[in-house]
C-alpha cells in the first residue's frame, strides 16, 4: 500500500489542517504571554530600584499655558449633563420663617385678603402672592410643643390641642358641642349646628333617604364641613367626602379636619368653580352652610349641579328646610324661610332635579341621568341655557356662569348619560370606569386602563421595601402630586390611607373624571403655587414626574418648599423621575433637612428612573 505524502494528506483531510493551523496559533500565543511577563516582571524590577520613579498618567498643561500638543477631554458628553447642570456639593440650608408663619397658607393668607373685594366673600377665594410678593424662601416652623399626631383610628375622636391650638372655635361653638378642650386634647364629641343630636343619628336619618349602604353613594362633597364630623361618621358607610370650608371667623376647620385624618380642602363657593370636574359627586351636602342658594340667578346651585355625577344627590338641611318650625331658633320669619325654599324648589326644578325626600329638617333632591326631557322642558319654560361651546371639566380659576352644564347626549331615554352607570363600591375601583369606556378620554382605553394598575400595583409594591404603608401610627393622609388615572391611590386601597389624588393643570390629559368614577377623590392644582391646605397636614407625598413637568415652568426650590410647609415633620416623600431629576433634588432637598437616599426602582439599577425615598422619621 502507498502512503500519501503529507501535503497531500491535508488535501485530503481538512479537519487535520484545521487542527494543525490552531496549534501553531496557541504556540504563539503561548510565547507572546511568556516574553510579556518577563517584560513586565524586568519593568516592575527597575521601578522598585529607582524610588524618584513611578508610572503616572500624564497631567494636561493649566489652560492658560501653551502645550505642544491638545489634551484630552475625559468628561462625558451626554446630553442631559448640558440640560441639568450637577449643583455644587454643599448648598446652604434653608432657615425656618419667623413664629407668625407656623399656620401660613400663602393662597389663603388673611392679610392678603384685605386687599380683595368683600363681595359674595371672593375674598376667601384663592389669592396667591406673586412671585415679586412672596417671603424670602424660608420653612415653615411647627408650634411649640408640637406632637406626632395621634394614630388613626383614635385620631377621628380628638387630636393633640398644642398641633392645631386654636381656642375660638371651641368657645364659639360650646353649646354645639362641635369641640371642646380636655386637658391637652381637642376632642370632637359629634355635635353641629344642625345636628342637636349628634352627627351619628344625622348620618342615620340621611340614610334612610338616600342609599348610603347599598355602595351607589361613594363619593361625597360636603360644603361647608365644619369639623368634618359629618365626613367622619360617612366612613362608616365606606363613604368618602371631601369636606370644604373656607378660612374664617371659626379659623382652622379644615386644619382640624386634617388633623383627625380627615380628607378637607380649603374652599368657598364664591366667583371661581370649584376645583373639581364635572360629574364627579355622588351626593353633595349642605347643612346649614348658609349659602342663598336661588340668588345671582341661581349660581351657587348652578354648580353644584355640574359636578353632581347623572343621577347624583343633593342633600340640604338647615335654613329654610323645615322653617315652620324652626324660625324662632334661627330668628328668622316664617315667611322669609318660606319664601327662600320656595326659590330653592323652583330651580331645582329648571335644572330639571326631582325632589325625593323632605323629612324633618333634611330635605333631598336627585338629578337626571341624562338630559333628553329637560332640553325639551327648556325650551318651554324661562329656565337657565345650556352651556355652549365650554369644557365642563375647565375649574381652574375658571368663573361660574348662570347656565347648565350639559350631560353628554344619549340615544334612549333611560341611558344613564357619559358612558352609562357607575358600578358600586367597591367593584368600581378597579371596574373600566365609564369615561373610558366611552372614549371620551384622549388615548386611554380599556387595556390601558387595567395596564396602568398592574404597573401601579407592581410599583407600590417595590415601594414595600422602604415604606410601610401599613402602620397606622404613621400614615393617613397621603397626596399623590401628579395623579394619573388614579392606579397609586387604587393600589394604596387594601391600606387604612386616604389620598388626595391630584391632576395638575399642566398635564396634556385630564384623568380627575376618571379618578372619581374610580371612587377616588382628588383636585385639580398648579405646583408652581401653594395648594389650599395648611401646614403640616399630610403624612406622605408621591411626586411621579412632577419635576419633570415643571422644570420649564417653575424652580425646583419653589415646589420642595411647598411640600415642606405641607408635610407633617416626621413625614416621609418618594420623588419618581429621570435619575438626572432625582440627583439635582436631592441637592436641593437636603438643603431642607431632609434624610434623602436614592434607590432604584422596580424595574432594577440599568433603567434611568430612580427614586428618592425621604424619611423624615429618621434622625
Known amino acids: 500500500m502507498v502512503w500519501p505524502s503529507l501535503s497531500s494528506s491535508f488535501l485530503l483531510n481538512p479537519s487535520r489542517k484545521m487542527l494543525a493551523f490552531s496549534s501553531l496559533t496557541s504556540l504563539l500565543c503561548l510565547l507572546s504571554y511568556l516574553i510579556g511577563i518577563n517584560i513586565f516582571s524586568l519593568s516592575s524590577l527597575l521601578s522598585a530600584s529607582s524610588p524618584s520613579s513611578h508610572l503616572q498618567c500624564p497631567i494636561p498643561p493649566p489652560s492658560n499655558s501653551s502645550p505642544s500638543s491638545p489634551s484630552l477631554a475625559f468628561l462625558p458628553r451626554h446630553t442631559a449633563s448640558t440640560l441639568i447642570p450637577l449643583p455644587p456639593e454643599r448648598l446652604p440650608a434653608i432657615p425656618f420663617c419667623s413664629g407668625n408663619f407656623t399656620h401660613y397658607c400663602p393662597c389663603h393668607d388673611p392679610t392678603r385678603e384685605r386687599l380683595f373685594p368683600t363681595a359674595h366673600f371672593s375674598q376667601r377665594e384663592r389669592h396667591c402672592p406673586s412671585a415679586v410678593d412672596r417671603p424670602s424662601p424660608c420653612r415653615v416652623p411647627r408650634p411649640s410643643g408640637y406632637r406626632a399626631p395621634i394614630p388613626w383610628p383614635e385620631s377621628r375622636r380628638g387630636v393633640w390641642f398644642a398641633n392645631v391650638p386654636f381656642k375660638r372655635l371651641s368657645a364659639y361653638k360650646a353649646d354645639q358641642n362641635w369641640v371642646r378642650i380636655e386637658g391637652k386634647k381637642l376632642v370632637f364629641p359629634g355635635g353641629g349646628t344642625s345636628f342637636p343630636h349628634g352627627v351619628e343619628s344625622y348620618v342615620r336619618h340621611i340614610s334612610k333617604l338616600v342609599p348610603l349602604k347599598t355602595g351607589e353613594v361613594r363619593t361625597v362633597l360636603d360644603i361647608g364641613c365644619g369639623v368634618a364630623s359629618f365626613g367622619n361618621h360617612l366612613l362608616d358607610y365606606n363613604v368618602l367626602t371631601m369636606s370644604v370650608a373656607p378660612r374664617d371667623v371659626h379659623e382652622a376647620q379644615v386644619q382640624f379636619a386634617l388633623e383627625r385624618g380627615l380628607p378637607a380642602m380649603l374652599g368657598v363657593l364664591s366667583i371661581f368653580r370649584l376645583p373639581y370636574p364635572s360629574r364627579s359627586f355622588d351626593m353633595a351636602h349642605c347643612a346649614r352652610c348658609l349659602i342663598k342658594w336661588a340668588s345671582r340667578e341661581g349660581l351657587y346651585l348652578l354648580e353644584i349641579d355640574r359636578i353632581l355625577r347623572p343621577g347624583g344627590y343633593w342633600v340640604l338641611s338647615g335654613p329654610p328646610i323645615n322653617g315652620k318650625n324652626m324660625?324662632?331658633?334661627?330668628?328668622?320669619?316664617?315667611?322669609?324661610?318660606?319664601?327662600?325654599?320656595?326659590?330653592?324648589?323652583?330651580?331645582?326644578?329648571?335644572?330639571?332635579?326631582?325632589?325625593?325626600?323632605?323629612?324633618?329638617?333634611?330635605?333631598?333632591?336627585?338629578?337626571?341621568?341624562?338630559?333628553?326631557?329637560?332640553?325639551?322642558?327648556?325650551?318651554?319654560?324661562?329656565?337657565?341655557?345650556?352651556?355652549?361651546?365650554?369644557?365642563?371639566?375647565?375649574?381652574?380659576?375658571?368663573?361660574?356662569?348662570?347656565?347648565?352644564?350639559?350631560?353628554?347626549?344619549?340615544?334612549?331615554?333611560?341611558?344613564?348619560?357619559?358612558?352609562?352607570?357607575?358600578?358600586?363600591?367597591?367593584?368600581?375601583?378597579?371596574?373600566?370606569?365609564?369615561?373610558?369606556?366611552?372614549?371620551?378620554?384622549?388615548?386611554?382605553?380599556?387595556?390601558?386602563?387595567?395596564?396602568?394598575?398592574?404597573?401601579?400595583?407592581?410599583?407600590?409594591?417595590?415601594?414595600?421595601?422602604?415604606?410601610?404603608?401599613?402602620?397606622?401610627?404613621?400614615?393617613?393622609?397621603?397626596?399623590?402630586m401628579n395623579a394619573g388615572l388614579g392606579g397609586f391611590a387604587s393600589a394604596l386601597a387594601k391600606y387604612p390611607v386616604w389620598v388626595m389624588n391630584v391632576v395638575p393643570v399642566n398635564s396634556s390629559i385630564n384623568t380627575l373624571g376618571v379618578i372619581y368614577e374610580r371612587g377616588l377623590i382628588g383636585t385639580y392644582m398648579n405646583w408652581c403655587e401653594a395648594f389650599s391646605t395648611y401646614p403640616r397636614t399630610y403624612d406622605l407625598i408621591h411626586a411621579h414626574g412632577i419635576f419633570s413637568m415643571y422644570m420649564d415652568k417653575c424652580d425646583f426650590a419653589t415646589i420642595l418648599l411647598e411640600m415642606d410647609r405641607i408635610l407633617r415633620p416626621e413625614g416621609t416623600v418618594i420623588l419618581r423621575d429621570h435619575v438626572d431629576i432625582i440627583v439635582k433634588a436631592k441637592s436641593k432637598a437636603e438643603r431642607l433637612g431632609w434624610q434623602c437616599r436614592i434607590v432604584h426602582s422596580e424595574k432594577g439599577p440599568f433603567d434611568e428612573e430612580k427614586l428618592l425615598i425621604v424619611d423624615n422619621s429618621i434622625s
Open 327 to 480: 324660625y324662632k331658633g334661627w330668628e328668622r320669619t316664617p315667611e322669609d324661610l318660606d319664601a327662600e325654599q320656595n326659590g330653592i324648589e323652583d330651580l331645582a326644578k329648571r335644572l330639571c332635579w326631582k325632589k325625593i325626600a323632605e323629612n324633618g329638617p333634611v330635605a333631598v333632591w336627585r338629578k337626571p341621568t341624562n338630559h333628553i326631557h329637560c332640553a325639551t322642558k327648556l325650551n318651554k319654560v324661562k329656565s337657565p341655557k345650556f352651556c355652549k361651546v365650554r369644557d365642563p371639566d375647565a375649574a381652574w380659576y375658571d368663573e361660574m356662569q348662570s347656565c347648565i352644564t350639559p350631560l353628554p347626549k344619549v340615544e334612549q331615554v333611560r341611558d344613564t348619560a357619559g358612558g352609562g352607570m357607575i358600578a358600586k363600591w367597591p367593584k368600581r375601583l378597579n371596574a373600566v370606569p365609564p369615561r373610558i369606556k366611552s372614549w371620551t378620554v384622549e388615548g386611554v382605553t380599556a387595556e390601558t386602563f387595567n395596564h396602568d394598575n398592574l404597573i401601579w400595583s407592581q410599583r407600590v409594591s417595590n415601594y414595600g421595601f422602604y415604606i410601610k404603608f401599613g402602620l397606622a401610627s404613621k400614615y393617613r393622609n397621603i397626596m399623590d
